[in-house]
């Protein structure tokens, strides 16, 4: 199958809800400065936010070393089918389980394919220590087509609300690039609320927060209705998006959207748009094929569904994650196929 021919050449744009105060905020908060007072190496003026970002798989070749050709190629596809932007070693693309070379050689490629496409890089960076986040965060310098870091809130340690805001204002006042909080404390063991997440939005440096709690929550309702001006929403479990986006949220950090980037991409321009009828139906579509997508510890049956479209080399994730089952992989399969007849009038 030709995916690329399949889906097309779509391309986002970004949509009259973003507003002029939103527009100034961000370019006054996306350019930290580095330690030294000089103005950081990363993307000036404004990260555009918006729409979808997919975190790209780390493909394996056979012999087990990354495929970074496959990677190139997932890259351009997804940019090709309307993704604004793509994240580089973020958890989807295995990230813990790559050496230092192998994480330069993925964010190399990720970089070279964003440059040349003029869309947004985001890499994944940080620690659970703030001195050693600082010197992950610093090695982006290196990059000067990243626009924005994914820092996940510390994990393990558990500090308080105040230690939170403390680790990410430092970070900030370092940092060569923006930096998108990722909220995710089923992983991290460490809860936010709203009134934090706004603390940490009203940082300068701080442009966003993939928010992944694994619900629709109170917390994220209240964060949405009053968010700091220029702070990005962006949400980061695949099944809640479209309500996401219903509330306010400005896109989407998503898995699911390696498979169906086109439609996802559709959703996030619907809601934008107002046409709450077209994005009711394929959001729930679309929740359909992410849970599909995370039936098994994520990115297996992404992986699997790749390669079994001929993208990637392999279905291989590293240890200690498991290949998903074929039932799994099958299941996903079958509702990416649903959502294609759909779109093209067969179903």
Same mark, same amino acid.
């Given at each position: 199958?030709?995916?690329?021919?399949?889906?097309?050449?779509? =391309?986002?744009?970004?949509?009259?809800?973003?507003?002029? @105060?939103?527009?100034? @905020?961000?370019?006054?908060?996306?350019?930290?400065?580095?330690?030294?007072?000089?103005?950081?190496?990363?993307?000036?003026?404004?990260?555009?936010?918006h729409g979808i970002h997919v975190p790209l798989v780390t493909p394996f070749a056979p012999s087990g070393e990354v495929a970074a050709g496959a990677l190139e190629a997932l890259a351009h596809e997804v940019l090709d089918a309307g993704a604004t932007g793509i994240v580089a070693l973020g958890t989807t693309g295995e990230a813990a389980a790559l050496d230092e070379e192998e994480r330069d050689l993925v964010t190399g490629v990720c970089a070279r394919v964003c440059g040349e496409r003029g869309a947004v890089l985001t890499?994944?960076?940080?620690?659970?220590?703030?001195?050693?986040?600082?010197?992950?965060?610093?090695?982006?310098? =290196?990059?000067? @087509?990243?626009?924005?870091?994914?820092?996940?809130?510390?994990?393990?340690?558990?500090?308080?609300?105040?230690?939170?805001?403390? +680790?990410?204002?430092? %970070?900030?006042?370092?940092?060569?690039?923006?930096?998108?909080?990722?909220?995710?404390?089923?992983?991290?063991?460490?809860?936010?609320?709203?009134?934090?997440?706004?603390?940490?939005?009203?940082?300068?440096? #701080?442009?966003?927060?993939?928010?992944?709690?694994?619900?629709?929550?109170?917390?994220?309702?209240?964060?949405?209705?009053?968010?700091?001006?220029?702070? +990005?929403?962006? !949400?980061?479990?695949?099944?809640? #998006?479209?309500?996401?986006?219903?509330?306010? &949220?400005?896109?989407?950090?998503?898995?699911?959207? +390696?498979?169906?980037?086109?439609?996802? !991409?559709?959703?996030?321009?619907?809601?934008?748009?107002?046409?709450?009828? +077209?994005?009711?139906?394929?959001? $729930?579509?679309? !929740?359909?094929?992410?849970?599909?997508?995370?039936?098994?510890?994520?990115?297996?049956?992404?992986?699997?569904?790749? $390669? &079994? @479209?001929?993208?990637?080399?392999?279905?291989?994730?590293?240890?200690? %994650?498991?290949?998903?089952?074929?039932?799994? #992989?099958? !299941?996903?399969?079958?509702? %990416?196929?649903?959502?294609?007849?759909?779109?093209?009038?067969?179903?």
């Open positions: 199958m030709n995916w690329i021919c399949r889906f097309g050449r779509v =391309r986002l744009v970004d949509m009259a809800q973003d507003t002029t @105060q939103d527009t100034t @905020q961000d370019i006054a908060r996306t350019a930290p400065q580095g330690t030294a007072g000089t103005a950081p190496q990363g993307t000036a003026g404004t990260v555009p936010l890499v994944g960076a940080g620690a659970s220590g703030t001195r050693a986040a600082e010197t992950s965060l610093a090695g982006l310098a =290196r990059w000067p @087509q990243a626009g924005a870091a994914l820092v996940t809130v510390p994990s393990f340690v558990r500090p308080s609300a105040a230690g939170v805001l403390a +680790h990410f204002e430092r %970070l900030a006042a370092v940092s060569p690039v923006p930096l998108v909080v990722y909220h995710v404390p089923y992983r991290t063991g460490q809860p936010l609320d709203a009134t934090t997440l706004r603390a940490l939005g009203s940082l300068p440096g #701080v442009v966003g927060v993939k928010y992944a709690v694994g619900a629709l929550d109170q917390d994220a309702v209240e964060l949405l209705g009053d968010r700091p001006a220029g702070f +990005h929403v962006l !949400a980061g479990d695949d099944v809640h #998006v479209s309500a996401m986006l219903a509330l306010g &949220a400005s896109g989407g950090i998503l898995a699911s959207a +390696h498979l169906a980037t086109e439609r996802f !991409a559709e959703l996030a321009a619907a809601w934008r748009a107002g046409d709450a009828v +077209h994005a009711r139906t394929l959001g $729930h579509a679309l !929740a359909g094929l992410s849970a599909a997508t995370f039936a098994e510890p994520s990115p297996g049956v992404v992986k699997g569904v790749l $390669h &079994a @479209q001929g993208r990637i080399p392999t279905p291989d994730v590293r240890l200690p %994650l498991l290949p998903a089952s074929q039932a799994a #992989v099958t !299941a996903a399969l079958e509702r %990416l196929d649903t959502l294609t007849r759909a779109r093209t009038g067969e179903a």
